[in-house]
């Protein structure tokens, strides 16, 4: 039930389902103004905040809202570590395929790469980090291409034992590339049934698909693994029938029986990640095609998509060229309440795609300090999910409120009683 306005808080998701039911009936300025700002908490709680910025905490997305998904009004806010995972230093150096599994306290990163290696064949890797996505440890090889030219494109799913399975584009197969399976015990690290890591590919981890021209098709990169009722679910492309994404399904992660096509449009599907929200269930996707923008699309049955929409689009140079894509979220898959907390993204500055590094934007409720004197400053960079910095050049202490919206960037979830504030201090938003 949706608090009274006049309350101190005013939970988020019940302003959004009143801002859309709104949204058709009266202009912008009427809703906006219509939505009034109940009280935030501000709390200064360190002064060691990046130099020149603001620190606001308490930022991170909440429970997956499809409403915003499905408007396109999301507010992603790019990590200041730009990029956020780089290559190791070494004669070849290109990291561009992220996917983030949780894991108790934390996650682990797979991604692939030519991570610092002698020589440019595509292994599987991975890091680990902690909830804030702060620092990455343990960072090595964990599957390596043996006999095979590359393995690379991972996908990842996590399980409550401790066990991964993961998807991997193998090459060459007969010349094409071809989907392969991975699964690892609740050790981490023994995959396929050999213990240790690096595990080297055999011929027997290849997928094969019943139903489709399976011989023929070459499935680089489009290899997207989701795990429901039991089954696993295969989404990929064909560079041999472009122009859209099907579907396939195995009891056992290695052999598929074609169901459909299930988005017919370009774009390289990346991931899919599952949600349930208010008794119905949603299916995101995110898509890239190797150029400056990514795209993103829901689904309530995982079997037919919506016309994507653009998700974002690159920041500069640097990210110029985006290979790849990884939704990072939070909770239980089927349970309500589960979080999209944002996409980590591959991405380099030349068409050749071999000098990538891997990019982070954090899905984000949107703060803005008011000053007195009508300036604006808004958070433009994050560190991590649940820290926002606002730039505030000046060394000399501004006073204001703090502006709090909802992940849309547009709904006015409350503002702050007045604060001095000065460049280095972090505050916690409530």
Request: charged share 15%; proline share 6%.
């Amino acid at each position: 039930m949706c608090q009274p306005v006049g309350m101190r808080l005013i939970h988020a998701r019940c302003a959004q389902q009143l801002w859309f039911g709104l949204l058709g009936l009266l202009p912008f300025a009427v809703v906006h103004s219509a939505l009034a700002a109940p009280a935030v908490d501000a709390l200064l709680t360190t002064n060691v905040a990046p130099t020149g910025y603001l620190e606001v905490t308490g930022v991170e997305a909440g429970e997956f809202n499809p409403l915003i998904w499905q408007h396109g009004t999301l507010n992603f806010v790019p990590d200041l570590r730009s990029p956020l995972l780089a290559p190791r230093s070494g004669t070849f150096r290109n990291i561009y395929a992220p996917s983030a599994v949780a894991t108790p306290g934390g996650y682990r990163l797979f991604y692939g790469a030519w991570d610092g290696v002698p020589t440019g064949n595509d292994r599987i890797y991975s890091a680990k980090t902690d909830l804030r996505f702060q620092d990455f440890v343990d960072r090595h090889a964990v599957i390596v291409p043996g006999s095979y030219t590359h393995v690379c494109n991972v996908n990842a799913l996590g399980f409550d034992d401790g066990s991964f399975a993961l998807f991997a584009t193998l090459y060459p197969v007969r010349d094409l590339n071809k989907p392969a399976f991975f699964k690892c015990d609740a050790t981490g690290t023994n995959w396929n049934g050999l213990s240790g890591e690096p595990y080297t590919v055999q011929a027997r981890d290849v997928v094969d698909i019943s139903g489709y021209a399976y011989t023929n098709a070459d499935i680089n990169g489009m290899n997207v693994m989701l795990r429901e009722s039991g089954v696993y679910r295969l989404y990929f492309g064909d560079f041999n029938q472009p122009g859209g994404t099907f579907r396939a399904t195995s009891t056992d992660g290695k052999h598929y029986t074609f169901e459909a096509k299930v988005l017919d449009e370009p774009g390289f599907v990346n991931d899919v990640k599952k949600f349930s929200v208010g008794g119905t269930t949603y299916y995101l996707m995110g898509l890239h095609q190797n150029g400056a923008r990514l795209w993103q699309t829901v689904s309530t049955n995982g079997a037919a998509f919506s016309p994507a929409q653009t998700l974002l689009t690159h920041l500069d140079n640097a990210d110029a060229y985006i290979v790849a894509l990884g939704w990072v979220v939070r909770g239980p898959q089927d349970a309500p309440g589960r979080k999209l907390l944002g996409v980590l993204y591959g991405a380099g500055p030349v068409s050749a795609l071999n000098q990538n590094s891997i990019y982070a934007r954090w899905l984000q409720r949107k703060v803005v300090f008011v000053a007195d004197n009508g300036t604006h400053y808004p958070g433009t960079k994050a560190v991590g999910p649940d820290r926002q910095l606002l730039p505030l050049p000046s060394a000399s202490p501004v006073t204001g409120r703090f502006e709090v919206y909802a992940e849309d960037g547009v709904i006015l979830v409350g503002a702050s009683e007045p604060r001095t504030v000065r460049g280095g201090q972090t505050y916690q938003v409530r």
